[in-house]
């Protein structure tokens, strides 16, 4: 039975992470211009990681550019059980999430563009001894998304990009006396649009097509085992106004389809096990905003509300995601003329959230708080 469960908790791992839902999604995808204002930027233009927000507001770009970084993220999770003393905390050390955007001018209406990050990599540690040590001790994830766009600016008002997904994951999970390693290269698509009925007013919309996974990989390196599963489609609406003088302000929804994960069929050499998921669609709200002071710094900030697709009867200790909320701070600053230093930080907290079936008595809740760090650079050619 090693292999069932851990398939399990490894696909479980992998959608976790959604590139828009919640768990453990924390909006690290993004460079620190956009983590600065929650992600709420989607009715925004002129920003190079539109290249993954919503690549179609860069249609019309004159010249090339280029900007990379990193995110840095610091989970901390305690599970405590009233009545036993059974406590844990998870490790919280800092893990570094890079990114990289290039957008390049085709032509005066067309643009390309490309980008890299890592909507879900993550890691989880927790104590060997801990009392739920027997479902899960570590869990680490890789994945990285490539997204080639191509944006055309079909008339004044209105910009339209499409673009691939090219998505590449590694899982490798242990707990005690056990470890499954499994991956899998799957693809998607996405379109946006983006128009602009007033020059103060913009409006984003990005379509995030579902992706088919089939996670093939082992445990201890001997039995196989693999989990065919749906990554959820996802629909973003962002609202930009820029009225009021040097201020811009953003307000983005998000819809996720998680609803597509009612169960988690795993394949064995004894056969296919089967498990409830339930797990139900979620929306997102992202509200953020940009001061320009002058043409050398920028002053930003947002909040967003996250809802968590995972009902309490399907929490565990390797997801152990509840609704959440952010608050989120950070600057630009312009300097030499054609670079860009971008900063971000963001904290994260959750409701609390009782631990779900599973094959231990484990009877506690689990509390979460984040923190987030992303510098990003910058460089107009």
Known sequence: ???????????????????LGAGFQLYTEGAAEALAQAGAIS???????????????LAGTERPQMMAGS??????????????????????????IPHVYYVQPISDDWTGMVSINAPYGLITEWPDGWAGAPLATYS????IYITPSVAWQAFD?????????????????????????GDDMSYGGTLSAHLQPW?????????????KLKVTGSANDVFPASAELELPSSINLGVANTTMNNLSLGLDLVWTEWSTYQQ??????????????????????????????????????????????????????????????MLMMGFGWTFWDAMTLDAA??????DNGPIGANPLVLAGEFETTTHLLALSLGYTF
């Open 1 to 19: 039975m090693h292999f069932n469960t851990w398939t399990g908790l490894t696909v479980t791992a992998l959608l976790s992470g959604s590139a």
């Open 43 to 57: 009715g925004r233009t002129n920003m190079t990681s539109q290249a993954w927000y919503n690549p179609s507001a």
């Open 71 to 96: 995110a840095f993220v610091s989970i901390h999770t305690d599970y405590k059980e009233p009545g036993t003393g059974n406590a844990a905390t998870m490790s919280d050390d800092w893990r570094a």
């Open 140 to 143: 680490e994830l890789k994945a």
């Open 157 to 181: 008002m209105l910009a339209l990009s499409a673009g691939l997904n090219i998505v590449d994951a590694e899982a490798d999970l242990q707990r005690t006396g056990s470890r499954v390693k």
């Open 199 to 211: 020059e103060d007013w913009g409006i984003g919309f990005r379509y995030q097509s579902s992706v």
């Open 264 to 325: 988690l069929a795993i394949a064995t050499p004894g056969g296919t096990v089967t498990a409830p998921k339930n797990w139900d669609n979620v929306i997102s709200i992202r509200i953020g905003g940009e001061y320009a002071l002058g043409d050398v710094w920028r002053l930003r900030a947002g909040y967003v509300w996250d809802e968590s697709p995972v009902p309490d009867s399907t929490r565990g200790p390797e997801l152990p995601g509840t609704d959440r909320q």
């Open 345 to 350: 930080y963001s904290y994260l907290w959750s």
